[in-house]
């Protein structure tokens, strides 16, 4: 029924020396004063001068309804001009993706655009194998200032903006309304902190339902949670203002979420699922649970398949609701999703005809097609009050909950996320965490001790190789 919608990454290869950093983009980076060096240029003008058609190659990792709503994107910007010709070709997962990007700096085999999640963007200033967007914006004189300032500070390091922003998401909380009326909650009123999605999960296995919470073992949510505290992750403004060389999540605030974990556990009221799976949607889709967290970017498939008949349960009332936050009110989520990198090694006129391109799929107006057709967050407050959103949110609320998450709280160090070079192996020591949690039932406060011994030693052995 479902395909996943996987964030992690492939374990990264260090494949060159780290580039030169840039300057800093109008709107782009909360974080800390650029230093300054010369940008690589980017030939924005080549396209001019081409004779012809400029055919171009693009990677994605886009599936399901959001497969369909880029190919629609791209359909219509090859349709709008004659100068450019758009190939999107889809790889199964962002790892794939990544995995030839690796390949491809040896082989020669790249895309003249590849669209790289997140968590890899250390790595691939490392490669060596983009040019900054922050290069393309300069030269043309682009603005970010209609952006969520949130969304182009995310892929900004030490002053320079290396991919071009697109697709945006952050984490939800999705719950059966219709259970927390069977247990005596309140439909509309979620909970906002981790104490409160326990005390609702003992309520709502008293009222029945089998494993109240299903936990999606994704690293993700524990940086969401460091950041909801307004607090770095990793040393070094979070990676941003110098290179990370250590964790910072062994913390008070780290140790709250592992202890609410084993609490968890030990009050027999959730249940560890896969984080490359649909598990966790599927437990509340058949009434088994009614709690979970997930990516903003699953909200068209669940609208379009658990609201629209297809789960078991056909009392299901879905609900959306911000993620819950170790306490209300502190710090801000941080973005997610996955950025446009343009190819070094392309011709200047596929350079120039890639950034053309990226600047079409982040149009107000493109912005607002691609949230309506996916639940991805419209990454232009224009595009935020294009009717069609609007029209979307009234009618299905959920949709607005994301946006409303990066809009709100503090713009900081922390919620601009961490950057890391060994960002997919680092994640692995989270995930690992939870498992020895969740399956053995380990203690949680050594379980965390550990993923942050082991990401430190991670961290160093990837510095090292620079």
Same mark, same amino acid.
């Given at each position: 029924?479902?395909?996943?919608?996987t964030?992690?990454?492939?374990a990264?290869?260090?494949?060159?020396?780290?580039?030169?950093?840039?300057?800093?983009?109008?709107?782009?980076s909360?974080?800390?004063?650029?230093?300054?060096?010369?940008?690589p240029?980017?030939?924005?003008?080549?396209? !001019?001068?081409?004779? /012809?058609v400029?055919?171009?190659?693009?990677?994605?990792?886009?599936?399901?309804d959001?497969?369909?709503?880029l190919?629609?994107?791209?359909?219509?910007?090859?349709?709008?001009?004659?100068?450019?010709?758009?190939?999107?070709?889809?790889?199964?997962?962002?790892?794939?993706?990544?995995?030839?990007?690796?390949?491809?700096?040896?082989?020669?085999?790249?895309?003249?655009?590849?669209?790289l999640?997140?968590?890899?963007?250390?790595s691939?200033?490392?490669?060596?194998?983009?040019?900054?967007?922050?290069?393309?914006a300069?030269?043309?004189?682009?603005?970010?200032?209609d952006?969520?300032k949130?969304?182009?500070?995310?892929?900004?390091?030490?002053?320079?903006?290396?991919a071009?922003?697109?697709?945006?998401?952050?984490?939800?909380?999705?719950?059966?309304?219709?259970?927390?009326?069977t247990? /005596?909650?309140?439909?509309?009123?979620?909970p906002?902190?981790?104490?409160?999605?326990?005390?609702?999960?003992?309520?709502?296995?008293?009222?029945?339902?089998?494993?109240?919470?299903?936990?999606?073992?994704?690293?993700?949510?524990?940086?969401?949670?460091?950041?909801?505290?307004?607090?770095?992750?990793?040393n070094?403004?979070n990676?941003? $203002?110098?290179?990370?060389?250590?964790?910072?999540?062994?913390?008070?605030?780290?140790?709250?979420?592992f202890t609410?974990?084993?609490?968890?556990?030990?009050?027999g009221?959730a249940?560890?699922?896969?984080?490359?799976?649909?598990?966790?949607?599927?437990?509340?889709?058949?009434?088994?649970?009614?709690?979970?967290?997930?990516?903003?970017?699953?909200?068209?498939?669940?609208?379009s398949?658990?609201?629209?008949?297809?789960?078991?349960?056909?009392q299901?009332?879905?609900g959306?609701?911000?993620?819950?936050?170790?306490?209300?009110?502190?710090?801000?989520?941080?973005?997610a999703?996955?950025?446009?990198?343009?190819?070094?090694?392309?011709?200047?006129?596929?350079?120039?005809?890639?950034?053309?391109?990226? !600047?079409?799929?982040?149009?107000?107006?493109?912005?607002?097609?691609?949230?309506? /057709?996916?639940?991805?967050?419209?990454?232009?407050t224009?595009?935020? !009050?294009?009717?069609?959103?609007?029209?979307?949110?009234?009618?299905?609320?959920?949709?607005?909950?994301?946006?409303?998450?990066?809009?709100?709280?503090?713009?900081?160090?922390?919620?601009?996320?961490?950057?890391?070079?060994?960002?997919?192996q680092?994640?692995?020591?989270?995930?690992?965490?939870?498992?020895?949690?969740?399956?053995?039932?380990?203690?949680?406060?050594?379980?965390?001790? $550990?993923?942050?011994?082991?990401?430190?030693?991670?961290?160093?052995d990837?510095?090292?190789?620079?």
């Open positions: 029924m479902f395909r996943s919608w964030r992690t990454a492939a990264g290869t260090v494949v060159a020396l780290a580039l030169s950093t840039g300057i800093a983009v109008a709107g782009a909360p974080t800390a004063e650029p230093r300054a060096p010369k940008l240029s980017c030939p924005v003008s080549a396209l !001019k001068s081409a004779k /012809g400029t055919t171009i190659t693009v990677w994605n990792s886009m599936v399901r959001n497969q369909t709503t190919q629609g994107l791209t359909d219509a910007y090859n349709s709008s001009q004659t100068k450019v010709h758009v190939n999107l070709i889809q790889q199964p997962t962002y790892d794939d993706t990544y995995q030839k990007y690796v390949a491809g700096l040896t082989t020669g085999d790249l895309p003249d655009i590849a669209q999640e997140d968590n890899q963007l250390q691939v200033i490392d490669s060596g194998g983009a040019i900054p967007a922050a290069s393309c300069k030269a043309d004189k682009y603005s970010f200032s952006f969520v949130r969304v182009p500070a995310y892929f900004t390091v030490e002053g320079t903006m290396w071009m922003p697109f697709n945006v998401s952050n984490p939800v909380f999705y719950y059966d309304k219709h259970d927390f009326t247990a /005596g909650l309140d439909p509309n009123t979620p906002a902190t981790l104490a409160d999605v326990l005390a609702d999960a003992k309520k709502l296995k008293a009222a029945g339902i089998q494993t109240p919470f299903q936990f999606k073992e994704d690293s993700w949510y524990f940086e969401q949670w460091i950041s909801g505290a307004n607090k770095q992750y990793v070094n403004g990676g941003r $203002t110098k290179r990370a060389t250590k964790v910072l999540f062994d913390s008070a605030d780290g140790k709250k979420v609410w974990l084993g609490d968890l556990v030990s009050s009221v249940q560890g699922s896969d984080k490359d799976q649909v598990d966790n949607l599927l437990a509340i889709g058949n009434g088994n649970s009614s709690m979970t967290i997930d990516t903003s970017a699953a909200l068209g498939t669940v609208y398949v658990l609201g629209s008949g297809g789960a078991s349960d056909k299901l009332d879905i959306v609701a911000p993620l819950p936050q170790i306490s209300a009110g502190k710090g801000g989520v941080t973005v999703g996955a950025g446009m990198y343009i190819m070094k090694k392309s011709t200047p006129a596929k350079q120039a005809a890639a950034w053309d391109f990226l !600047k079409y799929l982040d149009l107000p107006a493109s912005q607002a097609t691609w949230s309506v /057709g996916t639940g991805y967050i419209p990454i232009r224009s595009a935020a !009050k294009d009717p069609k959103v609007q029209a979307q949110w009234a009618k299905f609320p959920g949709y607005k909950v994301a946006y409303d998450q990066l809009v709100a709280g503090k713009s900081t160090p922390a919620s601009a996320g961490p950057v890391i070079g060994p960002y997919a680092e994640r692995l020591t989270i995930i690992n965490a939870y498992q020895s949690i969740f399956g053995t039932k380990s203690d949680p406060l050594a379980a965390l001790k $550990t993923a942050a011994t082991k990401s430190n030693s991670l961290i160093s990837y510095n090292s190789r620079l």
